[in-house]
T-cell receptor
Framework: KAGVTQTPRYLIKTRGQQVTLSCSPI?????VSWYQQTPGQGLQFLFE???????NKGNFPGRFSGRQFSNSRSEMNVSTLELGDSALYLC??????????????FGPGTRLTVL | DQQVKQNSPSLSVQEGRISILNCDYT??????FLWYKKYPAEGPTFLIS?????DKNEDGRFTVFLNKSAKHLSLHIVPSQPGDSAVYFC?????????????FGQGTTLQVKP
């Protein structure tokens, strides 16, 4: 079974621009969560989607948004980029919402650098 | 407000010895705890978990201990191997909330020296 894939793997943007990151979950998985990893902060929860609906949202400004499509693929968008948005963005998929977390599988992440 | 804390950013141990990674949490609603391991350029991979109804869970060389009264958990790796060198994250959730949201610590970088 193919794992979680994220595209692109690396991205360089400038302040003020917007960016869209993509996540394809494991086949059959319907839940997708997004996390931001920065040095010293660990992984911080952004949002969770299940069946095209956002089920949960972390403490991030409205510049961060996401969506999920009918095929469970998910995208997240960051508008008006700031230097502090430079981070590794990780996507995780699981078969259903609220399942045991040992069934949550992470992708390799997208490294976003904002200049 | 950091609800899950890993106060040691790094740990270095000799191959064959025990590695002990620590994690503290503040939210008493957390009832499920996990450890993830992360290599560079890869996403975190699940290692071991423990429910709050237990105080210990073992899986091969990995054992997680939970002290609910102290709101503290630890991961023991015995014996440590060079391939264990990675960043380890502890994470917590409130399973009763029926959400995929995990609260992670900042991570501890483990280096196992041959």
């Amino acid at each position: 079974k193919a794992g979680v894939t994220q595209t692109p793997r690396y991205l360089i943007k400038t302040r003020g621009q917007q960016v869209t990151l993509s996540c394809s979950p494991i086949s059959g998985h319907r839940s997708v969560s997004w996390y931001q990893q920065t040095p010293g902060q660990g992984l911080q929860f952004l949002f969770e989607y299940f069946s095209e609906t956002q089920r949960n949202k972390g403490n991030f400004p409205g510049r961060f948004s996401g969506r999920q499509f009918s095929n469970s693929r998910s995208e997240m968008n960051v508008s008006t980029l700031e230097l502090g948005d430079s981070a590794l963005y990780l996507c995780a998929s699981s078969p259903a919402a609220g399942v045991f977390h040992n069934e949550q599988f992470f992708g390799p992440g997208t490294r976003l650098t904002v200049l | 407000d950091q609800q899950v804390k890993q106060n040691s950013p790094s740990l270095s141990v000799q191959e064959g010895r025990i590695s002990i990674l620590n994690c503290d949490y503040t939210n008493s609603m957390f009832d499920y705890f996990l450890w993830y391991k992360k290599y560079p350029a890869e996403g975190p991979t699940f290692l071991i978990s423990i429910s709050s109804i237990k105080d210990k869970n073992e899986d091969g060389r990995f054992t997680v201990f939970l002290n609910k009264s102290a709101k503290h958990l630890s991961l023991h790796i015995v014996p440590s191997q060079p391939g264990d060198s990675a960043v380890y994250f502890c994470a917590a959730s409130a399973r009763s909330s029926n959400t995929g949201k995990l609260i992670f610590g900042q991570g501890t970088t483990l280096q196992v020296k041959p």
